[in-house]
């Protein structure tokens, strides 16, 4: 098969209530989403880039860049397989998320093209996907217990709360108090902490909380190594795995109790299966992670979830919980039993609302993938929707 054209649309989608980490406030979805079409099939990804290169350094532009002038010249020709563009980009250092925008969708393309949903090409066979909620920091303690409860009542199986410095151990414990020692909760502090705070993140141990994510540097394992010897918490790596060798380090040095993995965040599916498989082979707690991805997103996390190595609830909620309304035609809802159902029709299994995302557009831009040439960068037309 052979692509002949690829749309970048970027959207503006509002947040159906501001969402706070410790990099700051959100309060609107930004993101790139990734249309690829050849012999009359198309298929949708979604870039997970931020404004600002907080998470990690990419950002809405980069992943623009990377995408026009150094992804999409590799993608002419014929495509046997999706394996083969992870090969055909494996030459571009990092841009792991562009990466991803792109490859996901050609792995939803080609899903399509074999008329079968994603998750069965992929291997995975759960149809049924227990989920849990991100919960961001809140103005007050008693808001936070608030949200707890209401998500949990809403049967989310899992609650993750965010924390950064003068805002972690009292929340935490207020919610511990609130709903009660059975109730599994985890925290994440995205990069918040240093190893030389480990006395204070060892107050988090009589919580019993699952887990601690991404607790020091963004970039480290070595020192996440020696919190792990200082704390009784698990330690979770997120923003420290990029790649399966980083895992496998993580791994061999006692730094890592349980894995997050997101597809954006490791450059695609053919990564994410490698990881996967490694977890699963040394029976590594494993959980699908999110980035406040709209409906396209959330569905290429869910197939992935499908793969036996998840081992715990991950943060693809329904689309309720951070839209009221979602670009896609059939938003996902949370069933009673704390699951999310993966689509079954070919490839991810949920259309764009064009509507919807027209609302929400702010630029567009058409590429046209040559047979042969490089050039494909300067085969290109620019939109700007009519308000």
């Known amino acids: 098969m052979r ?4 749309v970048m ?4 989608l509002p947040l159906k209530t501001p969402f706070e980490t410790s990099f700051g406030m959100e309060d609107t979805k930004r993101a790139w989403l990734v249309a690829v079409t050849g012999e009359g099939i198309t298929g949708y990804g979604e870039c997970v880039s931020f404004d600002q290169p907080l998470y990690t350094e990419e950002t809405h532009a980069s992943c623009y860049y990377a995408i026009r002038d150094h992804i999409l010249p590799r993608l002419r020709g014929e495509i046997g397989h999706p394996r083969e563009v992870f090969t055909r980009l494996q030459q571009i250092r990092g841009n792991f998320m562009a990466k991803a925008a792109v490859e996901t969708a050609i792995w939803d393309w080609w899903a399509k093209s074999q008329s079968r949903p994603l998750y069965q090409i992929l291997g995975g066979d759960n149809r049924r996907i227990p989920v849990g909620v991100a919960i961001g920091i809140q103005p007050d303690v008693q808001q936070l217990c608030q949200a707890a409860e209401g998500f949990w009542e809403q049967g989310y199986r ?7 410095p003068q805002w972690d151990v009292e929340p935490l414990a207020a919610v511990r108090r609130h709903l009660g020692s059975e109730v599994p909760i985890m925290a994440d502090a995205n990069s918040a902490y240093t190893l ?11 919580l019993g909380l699952m887990m601690i994510e ?12 020696k919190l792990a010897q200082k704390i009784i918490t698990p330690i979770c790596l997120d923003e420290s795995l990029r790649t399966l060798d980083n895992v496998a380090q993580a791994w061999k040095i006692g730094a890592l109790g349980v894995v997050n993995l997101k597809l954006g965040r490791v450059g695609g599916y053919v990564p994410a299966l490698a990881i996967e498989k490694f977890a699963r082979s040394r029976q590594i707690p494993l959980w699908c992670g999110g ?16 793969l036996s190595g998840f081992t715990l609830p991950g ?18 809802v949370l069933n009673s039993d704390g699951t999310l159902t993966v689509p079954e029709k070919p490839g991810i299994g949920v259309s764009p609302d064009m509507k919807r995302i027209r609302d929400v557009l702010v630029y567009e831009e058409v590429f046209r993938v040559p047979a042969e040439s490089l050039s494909a960068a300067a085969q290109h037309e620019r939109r700007f929707p009519e308000r």
């Open 3 to 6: 692509l002949e054209q690829v």
């Open 9 to 12: 649309q970027f959207i503006s």
């Open 158 to 164: 899992r609650l993750k709360i965010k924390i950064r």
């Open 196 to 206: 030389g705070e480990a006395d204070h993140l060892r107050q988090l141990d009589p």
């Open 214 to 225: 991404q607790p020091l540097a963004y970039d480290d394992i070595i020192e996440h190594g």
């Open 291 to 306: 980035m406040l991805e709209t409906g396209i997103g959330r569905a290429h996390n869910l197939h992935l979830a499908t």
């Open 315 to 332: 943060d693809t909620s329904a689309s309720t919980r951070y839209f009221d309304h979602d670009i896609i035609t059939d938003p996902f």
